[in-house]
């Protein structure tokens, strides 16, 4: 089959981690008679460069025009003055919406070579299997009214955070359908104690609890849960969540698995146009050396074969080989090794 796959390499090491992540692909691409057909796109501070727009529309519709999207990372310091009228994240943001993808699957193991590696004692982290399901184009991230303003004499900042019945509803179903082929259990986190966007969230989450009966439903405060993680991550299973909640839990997560490099993310929502990234961020400060770890975008392409493609035995594959390169000892500097972003990358390729 014929695959149109738009790679948005963005900033900093995001370029280093998608080229290496599209040598694994070709290498999964003429083992089993599949055309990956790549074309690449600037998104974040090198479209403002270019461009003036962190994101045009023209890539916007290149990307929905795609089978999938493959983003690296954006940001840095050079675009980083908070009186700029457009941002690299700007740019991701309204990818994101604009793709309509609002499920954020980040699936956080433990790799068991890598148990040492974690500042976490080894006994919590036997067994560590958890999907966090972010929600990812509502919240603090796209609730009106928000901006800055004076009022009193005084300045102001606001953001709203805001969801409708609906995005909690479709976010919630996914979670309760993905439940259903693992552990069947679904731990919702919000603040239902202080937040009112949170006790609609839980009220849906709890309705919906009732019609899927065969899962176990918990409620976990965002404050618990962020201790949860550490003290007894192993408990946690599914973990569906707002928007910015879920931004700091999975960054907390990664601690588990000995790095953020090591952690994937799909971006679904109503269509198949998936948009796959690591969790991590451009890594200004070793952007250009070629030491980032690609195993977090690698893997992202195994969602990406999974997810929007539906080939489960490819996106294995290169899962299996990751594995299998982890266990046989090859690391990058973020995990205790030396091996380079390129050299990280062929150990897997020859593993597939
Ligand atoms: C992430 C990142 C982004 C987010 C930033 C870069 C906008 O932290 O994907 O987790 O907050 O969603
Ligand atoms: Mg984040």
């Known amino acids: 089959m014929d695959y149109k796959i738009t790679l948005l390499p963005g900033d900093g090491i995001g370029p280093e981690v998608v080229g290496e992540a599209v040598r694994v692909l070709e290498k999964v691409a003429s083992k089993y008679n599949h055309t990956f057909d790549f074309q690449e796109r600037l998104?974040?501070?090198?479209?403002?460069?270019?461009?003036?727009?962190?994101?045009?529309?023209?890539?916007?519709?290149?990307?929905?025009?795609?089978?999938?999207?493959?983003?690296?990372?954006?940001?840095?310091?050079?675009?980083?003055?908070?009186?700029?009228?457009?941002?690299?994240?700007?740019?991701?943001?309204?990818?994101?919406?604009?793709?309509?993808?609002?499920?954020?699957?980040?699936?956080?193991?433990?790799?068991?070579?890598?148990?040492?590696?974690?500042?976490?004692?080894?006994?919590?982290?036997?067994?560590?299997?958890?999907?966090?399901?972010?929600?990812?184009?509502?919240?603090?991230?796209?609730?009106?009214?928000?901006?800055?303003?004076?009022?009193?004499?005084?300045?102001?900042?606001?953001?709203?955070?805001?969801?409708?019945?609906?995005?909690?509803?479709?976010?919630?179903?996914?979670?309760?359908?993905?439940?259903?082929?693992?552990?069947k259990k679904v731990t919702s986190v919000d603040k239902a104690n202080v937040l009112e966007s949170s006790r609609l969230w839980r009220q849906i989450a709890t309705q919906m609890g009732k019609e899927n009966l065969e899962i176990e439903l918990e409620h976990t405060l965002v404050d618990t849960a962020a201790m949860k993680l550490i003290t007894g991550p192993a408990w946690m299973d599914v973990v569906v969540t707002e928007n910015m909640f879920g931004d700091i839990l999975t960054d907390e997560a990664s601690v588990l698995a000995g790095s953020m490099g090591m952690l994937p993310s799909a971006s679904l929502g109503e269509s198949s146009v998936g948009l796959y990234e690591p969790i991590h961020g451009s890594a200004p400060d070793i952007a250009g050396k070629g030491i980032a770890n690609p195993v977090g975008t690698i893997l992202s392409t195994a969602l990406m074969l999974r997810h929007s493609f539906k080939l489960e035995a490819e996106a294995q594959s290169i899962e299996k080989a990751v594995e299998q390169t982890i266990t046989d000892g090859a690391r990058t500097a973020d995990i205790g090794g030396k091996l380079s972003t390129r050299q990280m990358a062929d150990e897997i390729s020859k593993r597939l």
């Open 43 to 183: 998104m974040g501070g090198c479209s403002i460069d270019k461009y003036g727009s962190s994101l045009t529309d023209e890539t916007l519709a290149d990307c929905v025009a795609s089978d999938s999207v493959l983003l690296g990372a954006v940001g840095g310091p050079k675009w980083d003055d908070p009186k700029a009228k457009d941002r690299p994240e700007r740019g991701l943001l309204a990818l994101r919406k604009g793709l309509g993808v609002f499920a954020n699957l980040r699936p956080v193991k433990v790799h068991p070579a890598l148990v040492e590696w974690s500042p976490l004692k080894p006994e919590k982290l036997k067994g560590v299997d958890i999907l966090v399901i972010r929600e990812l184009t509502g919240g603090l991230y796209f609730g009106f009214p928000k901006g800055r303003d004076v009022k009193d004499g005084r300045e102001r900042a606001v953001d709203t955070l805001e969801y409708y019945d609906y995005e909690i509803k479709r976010i919630m179903k996914l979670a309760f359908d993905l439940a259903k082929r693992r552990k």
